[in-house]
């Protein structure tokens, strides 16, 4: 069965980096469309980046320009690299797979990313 573990979250302060990891199993990773959300403290979850499987991406405009989505298929892992990180940013962060012709997702168990100012 599909299972994504999530890794890379921890506590930065404002204008800061940090780069999320997120390492698929039990599925072939290559068919599937890839995402990340997030989730702050008292919001409905929001997509935050996507990965199709060509390679295209799509970003929300509040992170268009700091955050890069990317994925190593022959590491069966996708990315979310964070630049100039804001308070706003602060949330808990999924990890997404959806295989392709598939209408189920899978998620991972989220990584607290806190930004300081």
């Known amino acids: 069965q599909v299972q994504l573990v999530e890794s890379g979250g921890g506590l930065v302060q404002t204008g800061g980096s940090l780069r999320l990891s997120c390492a698929a199993s039990?599925?072939?990773?290559?068919?599937?469309?890839m995402a990340w959300y997030r989730q702050a403290p008292g919001k409905q979850r929001e997509g935050v980046a996507v990965i199709l499987t060509a390679g295209s991406t799509n970003y929300a405009d509040s992170v268009k320009g700091r955050f890069t989505i990317s994925r190593d298929n022959a590491k069966n892992t996708v990315y979310l690299q964070m630049n100039s990180l804001k308070p706003e940013d602060t949330a808990v962060y999924y990890c997404?797979?959806?295989?392709?012709?598939?209408?189920?997702?899978?998620w991972g168990q989220g990584t607290q990313v806190t930004v300081s100012s």
């Open positions: 039990g599925m072939i990773f290559s068919r599937a469309v």
């Open positions: 997404n797979a959806r295989p392709l012709l598939q209408a189920n997702d899978y």
